[in-house]
């Protein structure tokens, strides 16, 4: 009897096209070895231009979902992606307060093509109850503007911003400056406040990438559901996005997705 691999629950919006959301979430969490489940907040009409539609679903659906898989299954890491609204926030805050497993928190705000994600009236309710729940909290450089005032411009902007959104609660922050003019490098920061790790990767000049923040964040929810540390969940999670940008490919006539199969097709 094959022995069951560790579980990890995604909540978040669907992507049509297959390169974010839910659907960039499980392949990743199926190319690292977990099983995937999923939460299904909002559903997208989506290709690689952009988003053309996007439809919440209501509160009662998101909590059903979570508390048949939670009650019955059990889950040893949760990941948070796109939750649209504010009442979405606070069912997934609430829920997430009375499960006892590492949480990661993607705080979407926008997609890859620049569409909102994220209602400007949820901002409060992610910043005051979504991240006081979060084990890591993994936004981008317009995330972190967006919910703490911080534009980071250089490099050393990055602890700046880091100490912004911890001073939201959550035990560790990976501030994310793959958009940064860093050169020949893409450099994140990691830290809860004391310990610090600067990760630096190979910078692919490769514009098919979306689906990144997502499958970073999975990754991580995979490494924490496995028992790693966080530096060493993150630290995995970074090497195995950065293969997936490398291997990034076209898919209609925008921007394509990273490939989550990277390390089957190498």
């Not at 390169?19 to 489940?37: E, N, R, W």
């Not at 050169?183 to 490769?206: C, F, K």
């Not at 999670?237 to 291997?247: F, L, S």
Request: proline share 5%; glycine share 12%; net charge negative.
């Amino acid at each position: 009897m094959t022995s069951r691999p560790p579980l990890v629950l995604t909540v978040a919006g669907s992507d049509s096209g297959g390169g974010a959301g839910i659907q960039a979430d499980l392949k990743t969490m199926l190319a690292l070895g977990v099983h995937g489940m999923s939460v299904l907040t909002a559903v997208t009409a989506q290709n690689s231009r952009g988003v053309q539609g996007v439809w919440e679903l209501p509160v009662e659906a998101v909590r059903a979902q979570y508390r048949a898989v939670v009650d019955d299954i059990g889950v040893q890491a949760v990941k948070t992606g796109m939750l649209a609204t504010a009442a979405l926030v606070e069912t997934v805050a609430e829920l997430l307060a009375d499960t006892a497993a590492p949480v990661v928190v993607d705080p979407v705000g926008v997609s890859k093509h620049g569409d909102p994600l994220l209602a400007e009236s949820a901002l409060d309710s992610v910043r005051k109850r979504l991240l006081p729940r979060a084990t890591v909290a993994t936004p981008n450089l317009d995330e972190v503007a967006q919910l703490t005032g911080v534009h980071v411009v250089h490099e050393s902007d990055m602890r700046t911003a880091a100490e912004a959104v911890l001073s939201y609660g959550p035990r560790w922050v990976l501030i994310k400056g793959g958009h940064l003019p860093t050169g020949q490098e893409a450099v994140d920061l990691l830290t809860d406040g004391s310990e610090e790790h600067w990760l630096r990767a190979p910078r692919h000049d490769n514009r098919h990438t979306h689906g990144t923040g997502c499958t970073l964040a999975s990754a991580t929810a995979a490494g924490l559901a496995e028992g790693l540390g966080v530096p060493e969940a993150v630290r995995r999670a970074k090497e195995y996005v950065t293969g997936a940008i490398g291997a990034g490919f076209a898919l209609g006539s925008g921007i394509g997705p990273v490939d989550h199969g990277w390390r089957f097709r190498t």
